[in-house]
Each structure stands twice: as structure tokens, then as C-alpha cells.
């Protein structure tokens, strides 16, 4: 497995802007899928943000407005987020998902909290 701590989190007023960080403990060259999730009280947590080696892929409700990334150098993956809307307060996880001969890996990180008031 690999560790991931995300940092970035904080308040934010309605319109405003974030950036998520994710480092991992290990290259994530090789890692299949990298993800952003979040879980606001009372909710599930869902999947906001993913990436593969050649894809991004977004929820609706995020999509326009928020950006995955990676950057392999520094083993870390972002999530740039464009006018935040308070709809998008929820705990925010880094996630990666990897397959391999022992199957399915999935590592989360601690979670950084995003606030954003109207």
C-alpha cells in the first residue's frame, strides 16, 4: 500500500478557490488510479475527481469548476478547485487504487477539510 497525506484544506468564501494536495509515500508513476473523494456530514462519501494515466474523469457537480492533476516528480496529485460553492463543504480524501497480482490496493489519506461560506 501507499500513504497519502493531503493538505490544502481551509475556509473559503462562496466563489472563491483551493488547491488540494496529495503526496504519496511511494512513486504514483505506476499507480492505476488516483482519486479525489469527499463525505459531508450526514452524507456518503463520493468520488469528485479521478485519474488515470490518460484520463480525467469528473463528477457533474463538479465538473467546469474543479481540476485533477498530477505531478510524478514530486509524488503528488492536486485538486484544483474554481468557484467553490458552499454545496462543496465535505471532508476531502486522496484515494489510489492499484492492481496487481495480489488484486485490488486501496489506500486512503487522512482527509483535509474544506469550508465554504455563502
Known amino acids: 500500500q501507499v500513504q497519502l497525506v493531503e493538505s490544502g484544506g481551509g475556509l473559503v468564501q462562496a466563489g472563491g478557490s483551493l488547491r488540494l494536495s496529495c503526496v504519496a509515500s511511494?512513486?504514483?508513476?505506476?499507480?492505476?488510479?488516483m482519486g479525489w473523494h469527499r463525505q459531508a456530514p450526514g452524507k456518503q462519501r463520493e468520488l469528485v475527481a479521478s485519474?488515470?494515466?490518460?484520463?480525467?474523469w469528473y463528477a457533474d457537480s463538479v465538473k467546469g469548476r474543479f481540476t485533477i492533476s498530477r505531478d510524478n516528480a514530486k509524488n503528488t496529485v492536486y485538486l484544483q478547485m474554481n468557484d467553490l460553492k458552499p454545496e462543496d463543504t465535505a471532508a476531502y480524501y486522496c484515494?489510489?487504487?492499484?492492481?496487481?497480482?495480489?488484486?485490488?490496493?486501496?489506500?486512503w489519506g487522512q482527509g483535509t477539510q474544506v469550508t465554504v461560506s455563502s
Open positions: 484515494n489510489a487504487v492499484d492492481y496487481s497480482s495480489s488484486g485490488r490496493q486501496s489506500s
Open positions: 485519474l488515470t494515466s490518460n484520463r480525467a
Open positions: 511511494r512513486s504514483i508513476f505506476s499507480i492505476n488510479i
